[in-house]
């Protein structure tokens, strides 16, 4: 009985031994993301007129996007001369889930107009396609797990001006896809140095604040992984109202 019990006991600490050298060899594969190449801050320079178009109330637009990391080092990433960012500044948020944040920027072709892009400190991850005209822009409301499945998904209004229209994309295996998109709804007028609105979670689920076409109410729409929901949550009197909604309180 005494060798059986030692038989067991080898068994038992071969097969320890064995998952520790598994679990090892896949902590050795799993990249990891070098902590001093994050991105700690981002910022647009090089500014530029070369893109005549005015949406943020001058005529002034960015050819490159200037990222400073954690270890001290700056990189500096120039558009080609046919592309623009137009945008009020960089977002930074973790889009891929490695832990390390990434820049989410408005950027513009002079022949394609506005598409949403992400970077990181290497360049180009994912981008959505460009409107397809010069001088349609869009308007970004935020990135988040929306639907709560681990992929992040980022909100935009499309032609805030125009087609007035709310889009929704996923990011999954290193593409950006478009999962849901609702009409009558905005963020932006023509003319203003800033986007209303946003997302907020007031303890349940993510919700994108807008307003509606008409800039009557303030909207919250939610995703449910299929489809988009939207209600009126007030009048809109003005961004104080938007700011009440994002900070879940009531106007």
């Known amino acids: ?3 059986k019990a030692r038989r067991q006991t080898l068994r038992l600490l071969r097969a320890l031994a064995r ?16 902590v001093l190449a994050e991105i700690k801050s981002a910022d647009y320079v090089e500014p530029t007129t070369r893109y005549a178009h005015g949406v943020l109330g001058d005529a002034i637009e960015y050819g ?8 001290g080092k700056t990189v500096t990433l120039t558009l080609p001369e046919s592309r623009v960012f137009e945008d009020i500044a960089p977002r930074l948020f973790d889009v891929t889930g490695d832990g390390a944040l990434e820049a989410i920027v408005v950027e513009s072709s002079q022949r394609g107009g506005a598409r949403l892009a992400v970077y990181n400190e290497t360049g180009l991850i994912a981008a959505t396609p460009h409107i397809g005209q010069s001088n349609r822009w869009l308007a970004p ?11 992040v ?7 805030p001006h125009l087609a007035k229209t709310l889009r929704v994309w996923r990011f999954e295996n ?78």
């Open 141 to 151: 409301i935020g990135a988040i797990d929306l639907d709560g499945d681990g992929h």
């Open 174 to 251: 290193g593409k950006l896809t478009e999962v849901a998109n609702r009409k009558g709804l905005t963020n932006h007028r023509i003319g203003e140095d800033f986007i209303s609105g946003g997302i907020r979670d007031c303890g349940t689920d993510p919700e994108m604040i807008t307003v509606d076409a008409s800039w009557q109410k303030v909207v919250a729409t939610r995703f449910d992984g299929k489809r988009l929901t939207s209600r009126t949550l007030g009048a809109f009197t003005g961004q104080n109202a938007l700011q009440a909604a994002l900070n879940c309180e009531s106007f």
């Open 19 to 34: 998952r520790a050298r598994l679990m090892l060899r896949l902590l050795l594969v799993v990249p990891a993301v070098p």
């Open 64 to 71: 490159a996007l200037q990222m400073k990391l954690r270890s």
């Open 153 to 159: 998904e980022i909100a935009y209004i499309d032609r």
């Open 1 to 3: 009985m005494i060798g």
